[in-house]
């Protein structure tokens, strides 16, 4: 959202300031014991983000211009141009854990089980950047945080504490509001 006026040149509406500035917050309460306990690591999250914000970032301003498929050739180009070096790097440090060597099968199934959900995944974010503005789609990714305190319940019993389900519904209120904003938007530009 920050860097859509800059970049895109959106404009940014105040409602959508407010949500977004809701739903940071509703991260902020649901995280607030981990985020203590864990440390420095519980700030690599923001790289994640940072990674997803160039990737909306990039999709809204290529809206037009090529297709899902090419946004994601690019995409995967550039990660391999990182990772590759990366993984020789790795290997030269002598720590055993870093170190190359060809995968078993399951992790080969998994790595095509990924391939496949990051692809669809990647598109679907492709056709929202593409149609919404930068602003109004990024607050979307939010519902990571509800998806994984659900997974976690259900694959592991993993209960949310009622800190987390509060920030959850802090969260969701923010999206309903953008929602709501964006129906409210479209309904003027139609009359």
């Known amino acids: 959202m920050l860097l859509s006026g800059p970049i895109l040149g959106e404009k940014v509406r105040p409602l959508t300031w407010i949500a977004i500035a809701s ?3 509703g991260v902020l309460v649901a ?5 203590l306990n864990l440390g420095w690591p519980a700030l690599l999250p923001l790289g994640t983000a940072f990674g997803m914000s160039t990737l909306v970032i990039c999709n809204r301003a290529s809206a037009g211009k ?6 994601q050739f690019f995409m995967t180009a550039g990660a391999a141009l990182l990772l ?6 790795a290997t030269e440090t002598g720590i055993a854990v ?10 080969l199934a998994r790595c095509v089980a990924i391939t496949v959900t990051g692809t669809l ?5 492709y056709f929202g950047t593409t149609r919404a503005g930068a602003a109004h789609v990024a607050p979307a990714t939010y519902v990571q945080l509800i998806t994984a305190s659900l997974l976690g319940w259900a694959l592991f019993g993993n209960i949310p504490e009622p800190v987390t389900m509060l920030g959850a519904a802090i969260i969701v209120a923010a999206g309903l509001i953008l929602w709501w904003d964006g129906r409210v938007l479209a309904s003027m530009r139609q009359r």
């Open 23 to 25: 739903a940071f917050t």
């Open 31 to 35: 995280l607030q014991p981990g985020l």
């Open 66 to 71: 090529g297709s899902v498929l090419s946004m």
């Open 84 to 89: 590759v070096p990366a993984s020789f790097i």
């Open 98 to 107: 870093l170190a190359l060597e060809w995968p078993s099968w399951n992790v």
């Open 121 to 125: 995944g990647h598109a679907l974010v």
